[in-house]
């Protein structure tokens, strides 16, 4: 009778056990993510088949439109862990845009970031694998943007890189990274045999970040500061050169974020932005030289739980004639509107 009881509290124990270490593996895994979408109207240029948009990523679409469907699957525990955030939809098609021209009948474009780390130590971090850029105030996702449509300086800059990289803790409130990677946006893999090199330093929450690529180069500064409890100021600047080899083409900019907190519920804000191409870019859709673009933003954030509502009005002017009005005859200013649902988990 004894040996039959301690043999039931072994294989008692043994289920307990084994189901506490299960339900210790699961509280590891985390899944979040969101989807989007929007209606987008012009007031002085066409809409439908002939619609025209700021030459910036995502929310160009005309009438009812989709953004995306974003799912993030994470796994961590003390020491290493992995991230796999996936991407459906017109804009994440749009961000992951080198895996369809690398390899098109590939289905990595729903690849948005996939990589694993190492905590090295308390301070140090390896991550290896594809990766959203440092450089920048924006992202991809726009569960974690401001507004909706996206700047020239987000635009133009680099999505996503594939490499290693190490984060560095230099102190409470300071940080270092290092990255050695594949050419910008060449996410699936190396098409050549250059690497480009990145690196960022961190100082109370503002970032120097750097990347050359190749002969290009670009730096770019992204910061803010909480002006008041409900006024926050965030700023970006950005200088981007693309080398004597490589035409010696770029662009420049800087843009304001100014954010005032009405109330739990809702939150307004006004992206400023100033931006320059250097001798014939083409980016804003020109090729005269050092063409420049003034794009104004004004953007509202109704938070109903998990869900955002993003009423947008938005002025580009530019320096030359490249927006079409409703006749398709070549004008300098394009305003627009959008409404966006966000929902994010």
Same mark, same amino acid.
């Given at each position: ?16 056990? =084994? ?13 979040? !993510? ?13 809409? %439908?088949?002939? &619609?025209? =948009? ?26 290493? %862990? ?5 991407? $459906? !939809?017109?804009? !994440? ?75 560095? &803790? ?15 946006? &060449? ?19 503002? $970032? ?11 730096? /770019? ?17 950005? $200088? ?41 870019? %083409? ?6 030289? /050092? ?35 409703? /006749?398709?005859? &070549? ?15």
């Amino acid at each position: 009778m004894k040996k039959s009881i301690l043999l039931a509290l072994v294989f008692c124990t043994f289920g307990v056990n =084994a189901q506490e270490t299960e339900e210790a593996k699961k509280e590891k895994f985390s899944i979040s !993510g969101g989807i989007d979408t929007y209606y987008r109207t012009n007031f002085n240029a066409p809409n %439908g088949d002939n &619609a025209v =948009a700021p030459a910036t990523s995502f929310s160009n679409l005309p009438g009812f439109a989709l953004g995306m469907a974003n799912l993030i699957v994470g796994y961590e525990d003390e020491k290493v %862990g992995f991230v796999a955030d996936l991407v $459906y !939809g017109p804009r !994440g098609e749009d961000a992951t845009f080198m895996s369809g021209e690398l390899r098109p009948d590939g289905s990595s474009n729903i690849v948005n970031q996939l990589y694993t780390y190492w905590n090295v130590s308390d301070n140090v971090t390896l991550t290896f694998g594809n990766f959203n850029t440092f450089l920048g105030y924006e992202v991809i996702s726009p569960t974690g943007n401001f507004n909706y449509s996206t700047s020239y300086l987000f635009s133009y800059g680099p999505f996503s890189h594939t490499g290693l990289k190490a984060d560095i &803790a230099l102190g409470e409130n300071t940080s270092l990274m290092l990255a050695v990677m594949n050419p910008t946006d &060449a996410t699936e893999y190396n098409p050549n045999s250059g690497y480009a090199i990145g690196g960022q330093f961190g100082f109370y929450g503002q $970032y120097l970040n750097v990347l050359v690529d190749q002969g290009a180069f670009e730096i /770019d500064y992204t910061g803010g500061f909480d002006i008041t409890e409900k006024f926050y100021l965030g700023i970006n600047g950005a $200088y981007y050169n693309s080398g004597k080899d490589n035409g010696d083409v770029g662009f420049g900019g800087v843009a304001l974020y100014p954010q005032y907190t009405t109330s739990e519920l809702f939150t307004i804000g006004l992206r400023t932005e100033y931006f320059q191409e250097v001798n014939a870019f %083409g980016a804003i859709g020109t090729e005269v030289k /050092d063409s420049s673009v003034i794009a104004a933003t004004l953007t509202g954030n109704f938070r109903i739980n998990d869900l955002t509502i993003i009423p947008e009005l938005r002025l580009d002017s530019s320096s030359d004639d490249f927006f079409l009005d409703s /006749d398709l005859e &070549a004008q300098k200013s394009l305003s627009s509107f959008a409404l966006a649902a966000v929902y994010s988990f």
